[in-house]
């Protein structure tokens, strides 16, 4: 794992943006695994930047979210579906039918996974995975105690998420209560991993993702199994963060990050 750290907020935004887009430039038939979240609005805003002023091009782009919540249809707008179209797929030249998010309005929802599952493998697999992290250490809504190895399923969502995401809920309560999530198993298989994380409040829950011991009480720990992840902060998020000394010194020192710093 590799722990950048960056001055502000939107310099760490600007970095992951640019990861991104560098991926796609070199290879354009990109399988991207997205996340949504306050954190990502920014993120698909610079992304829509690239794409109208440095013509990044999504045409032969694919993408797949990490969940979505169970009842809500597209069109209602806190589905994931909204969100994305709203953030990123409306403003780039993505072709719709490449963009793929679990059907929070399925009639089988002990199947959905699965048929998740066989999309993903249908195109070879995620080649990034973008992620955030909740409050409660989840990536996805791979709440804690969540297999380490679990796959694309339905799953309860815990008090902290309902009161993170209730916010944007009117009434609070009326936030749906289940979630389809990539497990962390489906999101360990991506070929790269890129976290962001920014702001104070996630302060310590990051510091235990990346420095605790492996736990499914902190999903995100997983991450430190994967062979290609790195994790992007700003200097609020890194607070609790105890070996900062050595991520900058490794950042400043690895010639694949030289055109980054
Ligand atoms: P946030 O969500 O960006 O809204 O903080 C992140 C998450 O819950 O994964």
Redesign the pocket.
Known sequence: MEVIIQPTAEAAVKLTARVLGDALRRNPEMVFGL?T????ESVYAELVRMHREEKLDFANAKTFNLDEYIGLPPEDKNSYRYYMDNHLFNHINIKKANTHLPDGMTNDIAGEGARYEAAIKAVGGIDLQLL????DG??GFNEPLSSLNSRTRDKSLTPL?LE??GIYFDPPESMPRRAFTMGVGTILDARRIVMLVTGER?AQIIARAVEGPVSSMVTASAIQFHTNAVVILDEAAAGCLQGRDYYNWSFNNEPCWEPYR
Request: charged share 5%.
């Open positions: 996340a979240g306050a954190t990502m955030g992290i909740g409050q989840h990536i998420t993170q995401n996630k």
